[in-house]
T-cell receptor, first 112, second 113 residues
């Protein structure tokens, strides 16, 4: 079974802090994604990566950056956390663009 | 531009009932259609994926169908149980954006004992 893990289930940070969210997949998947999910807005793509060191902006990249130094790990970085980044963050991976996408358990981030 | 819609937003049924969840999409040139389940505060669990060349897929009490000509997919749940209570999402990938998924807004299902 594919397994996607995220470093934290719940996280509370202060405004202005630098925040790292980590995602690891164990199935040698090429593509990895970071989404955020908010009530009434659904899931929105922040960034995705289709290979090591390769990244592409999604729909809402402002205020975020990503890092993919190893194939299995995709990190989301909030350079200076703000209250409007309070959200559920979901990581996903897939073997290729049109293959089944698998999600991690999510990180509920609260920025105060 | 692909848009995915799920109606109704919420559904409540008594235990044991067979039910159908609906998903509509605007661009019939889809690669696949994926159904997910999400429990409150949790991540998404993949239930079924139907390739564009397929008409349906089955897993246990779940059966998903795909009709590209009408722009519709349905998820059929047989003999519903309280444990089926969750939000069900359908999604379609955008190939030239790495497979970014376009999601419907979900149907929140409640199965009453």
């Amino acid at each position: 079974d594919v397994k996607v893990t995220q470093s934290s289930r719940y996280l509370v940070k202060r405004t202005g802090e630098k925040v790292f969210l980590e995602c690891v997949q164990d199935m040698d998947h090429e593509n990895m994604f970071w989404y955020r999910q908010d009530p009434g807005l659904g899931l929105r793509l922040i960034y995705f990566s289709y290979d090591v060191k390769m990244k592409e902006k999604g729909d809402i990249p402002e205020g975020y950056s990503v890092s993919r130094e190893k194939k299995e790990r995709f990190s989301l970085i909030l350079e200076s956390a703000s209250t409007n980044q309070t959200s559920m963050y979901l990581c996903a991976s897939s073997l290729a663009a049109t293959r089944e996408q698998y999600f991690g358990p999510g990180t509920r981030l609260t920025v105060t | 531009k692909q848009e995915v819609t799920q109606i109704p937003a919420a559904l409540s049924v008594p235990e044991g009932e067979n039910l159908v969840l609906n998903c509509s999409f605007t661009d019939s040139a889809i690669y696949n259609l994926q159904w997910f389940r999400q429990d409150p505060g949790k991540g998404l669990t993949s239930l079924l994926l139907i390739q564009s060349s397929q008409r349906e897929q089955t897993s246990g009490r779940l059966n998903a169908s795909l009709d590209k000509s009408s722009g519709r997919s349905t998820l059929y749940i047989a003999a519903s149980q309280p444990g089926d209570s969750a939000t069900y999402l359908c999604a379609s990938p955008i190939y030239n954006q790495g497979g970014k998924l376009i999601f419907g807004q979900g149907t929140e299902l409640s199965v009453k004992p």
